[in-house]
């Protein structure tokens, strides 16, 4: 069965930018320490596979399906030239949405919406990727993320963009992988 699963590098203070994040400066000041556990610049990336235990998360982050993601999140990620690892990408929007990059991006009105159309689009036993705070708070609320995949990293930014700013919600720690740089932690969803 389909799962939607947030993956998320964050920092010990909880945040996953930088203070001052935007189109320009997408992780903010600093946050490019969020994703050193890659082991080499995320320009890289999809096309490098990190060492250990950090390469196994990724190959699982990589065999993903479909992507769900926020739209200032995809909009500061420079879109990521209209392809995530050649699979869907489902980008709630509000208002007239602009023209997709490619044939991969789909914006749709609603964060419901999104991830219904992920999961087919995903299907079998492929998982959705999930990327953004806002919207993941919003699936949160709405019930519809079923996982995240927290890549804790051991420094404190002191500000920028915190991923949890909602409601109490209940986790049930599943997975805890501890590679040089990054703590890898999954948890499920409980309420």
Known sequence: MTKSILYMSMSLDGFITGPDDGPDNGLGTGGNRLHEWFGEPVSGFPHFEPPGLSGQVFAELMATGAVVVGRKTFDYAGHWGGDHHGVP???PTRGTPPAPQ?????????????????????????????????????LLREGLLDELEIHLIPVVLGGGRRLFDADRI???????????GVTHLRYRVSS
């Open 170 to 180: 209940e986790l049930e720690l599943t997975r805890v992988l501890d590679a040089p």
């Open 102 to 138: 490619s044939g991969w991006v789909h914006y749709v009105p609603d964060v419901a919406t999104a991830m219904r159309m992920a999961k087919a689009a995903a299907a079998g036993d492929q998982d959705v990727m999930v990327h953004g705070a806002s919207l993941s708070q919003s």
């Open 89 to 91: 990408i489902f980008v």
